[in-house]
């Protein structure tokens, strides 16, 4: 049962744009959400998150959005750059159950020059 | 470099056999999670130990088996391999015993074959 799942396994976007990704979850008793970076050959990378508390968060041209009633969330990243290529991982943290972070599959941006 | 280390970076062995990675967490981290990424799919949880102690599992199989020393780094065990044991083991680090607002720091990961 993926309870966070990230339903486009990859996107591409020309450099100067918005590259938005998104996110779905199942589990009401989620109450923050991360996103991670990965590049080739490395570990991920936090990037940025949100507790449910929130709807939005920013961090210079990464933007969190979080809607609860739709059990989504999404990445925006503006202006897109082509260092932003690598597999982006959403990440949810279960309260009371064992408050460890259940990640989806992942989407690869691919950034174009 | 994230801080945390982990050794081997890859490693290939034949079915039946019996393999241990490494893990050293970041310095002042007490927590460990370990995390298997199969082909293109994404991070599952494995198992946690925080200060010595196992705080929590998901899924992680029989055969598997993991522990953290004293030095609190932590090794994972996997036995009886299966072709479908291969994977990217990940390892991640934290300070307290729960995920915050900060995630966790991933190690580079081992690159595990099975032949």
Redesign the interface.
């Known amino acids: 049962d ?1 309870q ?1 799942k ?1 339903n486009s ?1 990859s996107l591409s976007v020309q450099e100067g744009r918005i590259s938005i990704l998104n996110c779905d979850y199942t589990n009401s008793m989620f109450d ?1 959400f ?1 996103w ?1 970076k990965k590049y080739p ?6 990037l940025i ?3 449910s508390i929130k709807d939005k968060n920013e961090d210079g041209r990464f933007t969190v959005f979080l809607n609860k009633s739709a059990k989504h969330l999404s990445l925006h990243i503006v202006p897109s750059q082509p260092g932003d290529s690598a597999v982006y ?1 959403c ?1 949810a ?1 279960t309260v009371n159950a ?9 989407t690869r941006l691919m950034v174009k020059p | 470099d ?1 801080g ?1 280390t982990q050794t081997p970076k890859h490693l290939i062995t034949a079915t039946g056999q019996r393999v241990t990675l490494r893990c050293s967490p970041r310095s002042g981290d007490l927590s460990v ?1 370990w ?1 298997q990424q199969s082909l ?6 494995l198992i ?1 130990y925080y200060n010595g102690e196992e ?4 899924n992680i199989l029989e055969r598997f088996s993991a522990q953290q020393f004293p030095d609190l780094h932590s090794e994972l065990n996997l036995s009886s391999l299966e072709l479908g044991d291969s994977a990217l083991y ?1 390892c ?1 680090s934290s300070v307290e ?13 081992t690159r595990l074959t099975v032949v």
């Open positions: 993926q966070v990230q396994p923050y991360l991670y050959a490395e570990g991920p990378t936090f998150s949100i507790s991982f990440a943290r064992g408050n460890m972070l259940t990640f989806g599959g992942g | 994230s945390v999670y995390y293109d799919q994404g991070l599952q949880f946690q705080r929590a599992k998901g990940f991640a015993s729960h995920a915050t607002l900060d995630g966790y720091t991933f190690g580079s990961g």
